[in-house]
C-alpha cells in the first residue's frame, strides 16, 4: 500500500511551527534565530515518515537507539541522511556507531570514547561528538558528573577520531521553569568554564519539545525536537 505524500501533511505544519516557536524564543531572548538550529528526534517513527521529513529539507535525524538507525540506515541508503545518535550507548555498539552515525552527542564516559576511537580508526572516519553531562538529580538520567569534566576534555584529546564540539544534556523534568533552567544555565556555565580552559566547545545542544524556550533562553544552540514535530510516540 503506497502511502500518499499528503497523509504526511501535518509534518510540514508542525515544522512550520517548531520553527516559528524558536525564532520567537530567539527574539524573546535578543538572540538571532541563525544561532539555534533543531534536531528533528524520529525515534521510533518508521523510514516512510523520515522520508517524508526529508521532502521538507530535514537531513539530520537525531535517534536513541542503535538498533533503530540500524535498520533505518539500510532502510534509507543513499539518501545523504545525518544520523545522530542521541541516547544512551553501550560499547558493544561502537562498530554500528562508527559505521553508521555521523555524530553522537551522548559521549559521557571515557571507555565509550576509547571504543568508538578503536572502531573509528577501522572504519577509517571522524565524527563530531558532544559530551552529555548531567545536570539533573534524576537516578534515570545519563551523563558525565559535572566535576569530572575538565579531566574528561582534557584526556578526549588523545582520540583523533572524535571532534569535540559542545556540551549535550537533559534538563530535569519538572513543572518548575526556574529548576529547568538551572539545568540550562549549569550546562553554559560549564561550556564558558572549559571555553576558557582552552576547548573550543561552540555548541549546546539542550531543550526537547516540552522546554526548549528556557534553553534558547539559556544559550542553547541546538534543540532537539521529537514530539512537536512528528507526534506522540506510541
Ligand atoms: C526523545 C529525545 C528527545 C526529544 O524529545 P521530545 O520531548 O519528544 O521532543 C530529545 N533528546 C533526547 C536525548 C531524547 O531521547
Not at 522520508?51 to 534509507?76: D, H, I, P, T, Y
Request: charged letters at 30%; proline letters at 3%; glycine letters at 6%.
Amino acid at each position: 500500500m503506497n502511502q500518499d505524500s499528503s497523509d504526511y501533511a501535518y509534518l510540514a505544519s508542525n515544522w512550520e511551527a517548531v520553527r516559528e516557536r524558536v525564532d520567537a524564543a530567539c527574539c524573546a531572548a535578543g538572540r538571532e534565530p541563525s544561532e539555534v538550529s533543531i534536531l528533528p528526534v524520529s525515534k521510533t517513527f518508521g523510514p516512510d515518515v523520515v522520508r517524508a521529513a526529508m521532502a521538507l529539507g530535514l537531513k539530520r535525524f537525531g535517534e536513541n537507539k542503535v538498533q533503530e538507525v540500524r535498520s533505518k540506515a539500510e532502510a534509507l541508503a543513499g539518501e545523504g541522511i545525518a544520523w545522530v545518535v542521541i541516547g544512551h550507548l553501550q560499547t558493544n555498539k561502537a562498530k554500528d556507531v562508527a559505521r553508521l552515525a555521523s555524530e553522537v552527542q551522548s559521549l559521557d564516559r571515557i571507555e565509550l570514547a576509547e571504543a568508538l576511537h578503536r572502531r573509528l580508526q577501522v572504519e577509517e572516519r571522524v565524527i563530531d561528538v558532544l559530551v552529555e553531562v548531567k545536570t539533573s538529580p534524576e537516578e534515570s538520567k545519563h551523563g558525565l558528573p559535572p566535576a569530572e569534566l575538565p579531566a574528561f576534555l582534557d584526556a578526549l584529546r588523545a582520540y583523533d577520531t572524535l571532534r569535540v564540539k559542545g556540551l549535550m544534556t537533559l534538563a530535569v523534568q519538572s513543572d518548575d521553569a526556574e529548576a529547568v533552567r538551572a539545568c540550562f544555565r549549569h550546562l553554559r556555565r560549564l561550556r564558558d568554564e572549559a571555553q576558557a580552559q582552552g576547548h573550543e566547545l561552540s555548541r549546546l545542544s539542550m531543550g526537547m519539545s516540552g522546554d526548549f524556550p528556557l534553553a534558547i533562553a539559556e544559550g542553547a544552540t541546538e534543540v532537539r525536537i521529537g514530539t512537536a514535530i512528528f507526534g506522540r510516540r506510541v
